[in-house]
């Protein structure tokens, strides 16, 4: 089998995908059952193990029909046995705490560690009225607007299951970890945790960055910063963000691999000209690919693209060779492994889909493109603008178009201005993204820090501007019924099969071609 790590990648998320969409237990354990049962038989029968591809198939279907049980059975259960009991709870604090959509509560993503005087494991989130907390009444005493990850907090309150009534919300919070919401009907007591812990120090170096944005850049500007660098989307502005869905442009605020791919680049190019020995850079830039997921809080579009970057690194740490379908699902395998609700996570969808369709489709047919043109013309060389411009417009195309069933079904439409907006992007994002993140690490440097601190405006500034103006056309964004994307999904997996058939066909004939001279 020439890609075994992506047949397996792909079939536990395609597997996981359905399973947590239907969300029927049992069911999962009778599929678990039979496909255990059809891996026992491919493999006793020499035809069929002769094969590989079918003793694969069931054996990672099976493997993420056992994974989905095992992290139900013992991640989320457990938890939610204390739901609607008025009982104490000691939770140790991760995370700063977030607003709500509506502004009425602050949350803290927490760890349990005890419920009802016994021993609970499990993430949760701690839920405080954003007024109580403001005006510091007693119910929130003025130690808890300190609280710091790693605090350790005990009240009396009550633990509720997240969005039990809509599947789709519930399946979201638990891609991210958690499925329970705790509420404190009492007064919160805080016990300060360790302050030298890797994870404590790391994320306060993040908090520093974000108030660093905030307090440098114009209002106007440094929610795009703080998400462009680190995936928050939270001090966005809703106008802004509008702006930025309708000319298609959104992704671009999820850190992913455009984002990872402009800094190894530079990076990479800066030590290699100083003559830096190839080794101790591909570490170096390991390390940096987990900074960056560390900052971006690991989210499902930034582990997808840093598992691959650090699968395609170590390969060039060990003389290899990384193929590009092989990471993929390698990276999609571990992300599932980490939590197999991941299948149903919008930006890790989004991201995989996009990504395969890139590395599938875009790459080969830009090629074959600027081949034709090559010879049509009789070119010696196709100019390196139209050859960036060209392999532009065909990742953008294939990206928007695999990525369109999803759109539909979570945001209800799609943006028909997306390709011309990427290209108007083109020319400053990479900049804006360089910029704003040196300026974040130098900005202690005077002259410097104001030097990058223009330019990475000025760029921002330009992205904000292009998005605002692709936005403002009368059709930008095409609203679609949810209920239309099984039937686009369909509609496109057919073209991508007969595009893969053409591509097949097409390398087989130059093969025998080459086979002929």
């Given amino acids: 089998m020439k890609r075994p790590l992506a047949v397996v990648g792909f079939t536990m998320l395609t597997a996981l995908s359905v399973l947590c969409f239907l969300q029927r237990t049992a069911l999962t354990f009778v599929l678990c059952a039979v496909l255990f049962l059809a891996l026992f038989v491919s493999l006793i029968f020499k035809k069929l193990r002769q094969t590989v591809f ?8 099976a493997a993420a029909c056992l994974l989905l049980l095992c992290f139900e059975g013992f991640v ?3 938890a939610e046995s204390f739901c609607g009991e008025r009982i104490e709870i000691t939770a140790t604090v991760e995370e700063y705490p977030h607003e709500s959509s509506n502004g009425k509560r602050l949350y803290f993503l927490s760890e349990l560690v005890s419920a009802d005087g016994k021993a609970a494991k499990g993430k949760v989130r701690l839920s405080f009225p954003a007024h109580e907390w403001k005006r510091n009444t007693p119910l929130l005493p003025g130690e808890t607007k300190k609280l710091e990850p790693g605090d350790e907090v005990t009240f009396i309150g009550k633990l509720y299951p997240i969005a039990s009534g809509d599947s789709s919300f519930r399946n979201y919070f638990k891609s991210c970890g958690f499925s329970l919401s705790a509420y404190p009907l009492a007064e919160v007591t805080v016990q300060k945790g360790k302050a030298g812990t890797l994870k404590t120090l790391l994320l306060r170096e993040r908090k520093k960055a974000v108030n660093q944005i905030l307090y440098a850049f114009d209002s ?18 809703d106008e802004v963000y509008a702006s930025f869905s309708k000319s298609g442009t959104a992704h671009t605020m999820a850190v992913s691999g455009l984002h990872l ?13 100083r003559g830096a020995a190839s080794k101790p850079v591909v570490v170096f830039m390991m390390l940096f690919v987990l900074l960056i997921m560390f900052f971006a809080s690991f989210s499902g579009s930034v582990k997808r693209a840093g598992l691959m970057m650090l699968l395609y690194l170590g390969s060039e740490l060990f003389s290899g060779k990384a193929d590009s379908l092989n990471s993929l699902g390698f990276s999609a395998m571990l992300v599932l492994c980490l939590n197999p609700y991941s299948a149903v996570n919008p930006s890790f969808l989004l991201s995989f889909l996009a990504t395969l369709s890139i590395v599938s489709f875009a790459i080969p047919f830009s090629d074959l493109f600027l081949k034709r043109l090559k010879n049509r013309f009789h070119l010696k060389k196709v100019p390196k603008l139209l050859s960036t411009v060209t392999v532009s417009v065909f990742i953008s195309a294939f990206a928007e178009l695999a990525t369109l069933p999803l759109q539909v079904r979570y945001f209800g439409g799609f943006s028909s201005v997306g390709v011309i907006t990427n290209l108007l992007f083109l020319p400053a994002f990479s900049p804006a993204v360089l910029c704003s993140g040196l300026y974040v690490m130098f ?6 820090s104001k030097v990058l601190l223009f330019l990475a405006q000025l760029a921002v500034r330009y992205c904000v501007f292009a998005a605002d103006l692709m936005s403002s ?7 679609v019924n949810e209920g239309l994307a099984w039937p686009i999904f369909c509609l496109i997996s057919v073209l991508f099969a007969l595009l893969y058939l053409f591509l097949r066909r097409l390398k087989k004939e130059r093969a025998l071609l080459r086979r002929a001279a």
């Fill in 54 to 61: 079918l003793p694969v198939i069931f054996g990672s279907a």
């Fill in 76 to 78: 989320f259960l457990p």
């Fill in 220 to 237: 106007d500007v440094s929610g795009v910063v703080v998400s462009v660098l680190m995936g928050s989307k939270e001090y966005v502005s």
């Fill in 261 to 273: 791919s402009i800094w190894i680049m530079f990076i990479l190019e800066i030590l290699r000209r």
């Fill in 443 to 448: 900005y202690f440097v005077p002259l410097l």
């Fill in 473 to 479: 056309f009368r059709y930008s964004y095409i609203s």
